[in-house]
């Protein structure tokens, strides 16, 4: 069986392998749905993908956020009337910025290491998620980006029409600013 996941198909081997990392809080066989939840992005069939969400103290996955994002880019397409104008990106995006950015800083490299042809033009063109818009129909685009070393997530918000990004960050600590900023 195929399974999709974030934003990629996934078989149903490779499925059990990503639910094998997903801690059981159930008993046996009272986790599992009789028929799997579509979120739009991704097909939950097991109960322990909303115990993160429910309870305190759970860390989120690449899946949760993705989730979140994608219901945000879906309320920012089809609201009518908003003077904000706002699409997001997945998870996966702010991984190929960072491979852009290694062959960027690279002294061999050349310079225009994003040809027009990578898959980032695809986010900006709106080609790549469900729901997406173009970048160029909006004044912000919100891109959660995972902080490895911290177990942690910030958002970064690309503010195209004051050519700034804004990151937001729920956790205040010395030790983690420098992290962040890395």
Not at 21 to 29: A, F, L, S, V
Not at 71 to 87: D, M, W
Request: proline share 2%.
């Amino acid at each position: 069986m195929i399974y999709l996941c974030g934003m990629r198909f996934v078989h149903g081997s490779e499925m059990a392998c990503l639910q094998s990392t997903i801690k059981n809080h159930y008993k046996k066989h009272l986790a599992d749905f009789p028929v799997a939840i579509n979120l739009g992005v991704l097909l939950i069939n097991n109960k322990n993908w909303f115990y993160n969400l429910y309870f305190e103290g759970q860390l989120l996955n690449n899946s949760h956020i993705d989730v979140i994002f994608y219901y945000l880019r879906k309320k920012a397409k089809y609201e009518v009337g908003s003077s904000y104008k706002y699409t997001t990106v997945d998870c996966v995006f702010s991984s190929k910025i960072s491979s852009i950015w290694e062959k960027y800083l690279d002294l061999d490299s050349y310079v225009g290491c994003a040809d027009e042809e990578h898959v980032i033009g695809e986010y900006i063109r709106g080609y790549i998620m469900h729901a997406a818009i173009p970048w160029h129909m909006v004044d912000h685009v919100f891109v959660p980006v995972h902080v490895k070393d911290e177990f942690h997530w910030v958002l970064a918000v690309i503010s195209l029409n004051d050519k700034r990004i804004n990151v937001y960050d729920s956790y205040r600590a010395a030790d983690h600013d420098a992290a962040i900023k890395t």
